[in-house]
Nanobody, 117 residues
Framework: VQLQASGGGLVQPGGSLRLSCEASGTFFSIKAMGWYRQTPGKQRELVATVGSGGSTTYSDSVKGRFTISRDDAKNTVYLQMNSLKPEDTAVYYC????????????WGQGTLVTVSS
């Protein structure tokens, strides 16, 4: 099972980006999916999650600006990021709890988002 993240890049403050993360391989189902981010010298922090039923949670720092969604037909989770700020600059990692035989936690490789003028 692999998670492949994409969509990062350089964007000006106030701009938008959409991250995608596709799960591939052989598995039974995907439970919760989410996005985390990390900057140098800091711990990885939760950005947003979406449950198998579609319920969502957001960190206070992104609430109202970011939207997480999933397409179960494509085994993909998205993060729409609007009104980006320089402090959103980080490596973004996708995460999924995937049922193969047991439920395990999987991480994508990370995609860099840089918000700068």
């Amino acid at each position: 099972v692999q998670l492949q993240a994409s969509g990062g890049g350089l964007v000006q403050p106030g701009g938008s980006l959409r991250l995608s993360c596709e799960a591939s391989g052989t598995f039974f189902s995907i439970k919760a999916m989410g996005w985390y981010r990390q900057t140098p010298g800091k711990q990885r922090e939760l950005v947003a999650t979406v449950g198998s039923g579609g319920s969502t949670t957001y960190s206070d720092s992104v609430k109202g600006r970011f939207t997480i969604s999933r397409d179960d037909a494509k085994n993909t989770v998205y993060l729409q990021m609007n009104s980006l700020k320089p402090e959103d600059t980080a490596v973004y990692y996708c995460n999924a709890r995937i049922v193969v035989i047991y439920t395990d936690n999987y991480w994508g490789q990370g995609t860099l988002v840089t918000v700068s003028s």
